[in-house]
């Protein structure tokens, strides 16, 4: 899963932002995003999508991801905000409001 992030790495990039979301398939509920910047050359074993994982897979790969992350945000859209700007642009912003919610401010998030 970090083949994006090693290629840049590997070209002298770091400060590199991985995001993804979840919750837009439910019917009810809000959408949420992480975003997570890693150390350059970091290997977390298990790293996948987390939609294929378990709960407690997940949970522990959270654990560790915080540890080991220079920076890490968590953001949500709630369901009146999903109402009035419809699943996909919640998705969208999720992930804007993870990234921006970084503390340190990535030089790359890969598309």
Request: with cysteine; glycine share 8%; net charge negative.
């Amino acid at each position: 899963m970090l083949r994006f992030e090693t290629s840049l790495w590997e070209s002298g990039h770091a400060a590199v932002a991985g995001v993804d979301e979840a919750g837009m398939s439910p019917l009810a509920g809000p959408v949420s995003a992480g975003a997570v910047i890693l150390k350059p050359g970091t290997r977390i074993v298990g790293i996948d999508d987390s939609k294929k994982l378990d709960a407690a897979a997940r949970e522990e790969l959270a654990k560790e991801i915080k540890e080991k992350a220079e920076s890490w945000c968590v953001a949500f859209v709630e369901v009146e905000e999903i109402d009035a700007i419809n699943i996909y642009w919640a998705g969208i912003q999720a992930m804007q409001r993870a990234v921006r919610g970084l503390r340190l401010p990535p030089r790359i998030v890969p598309a």
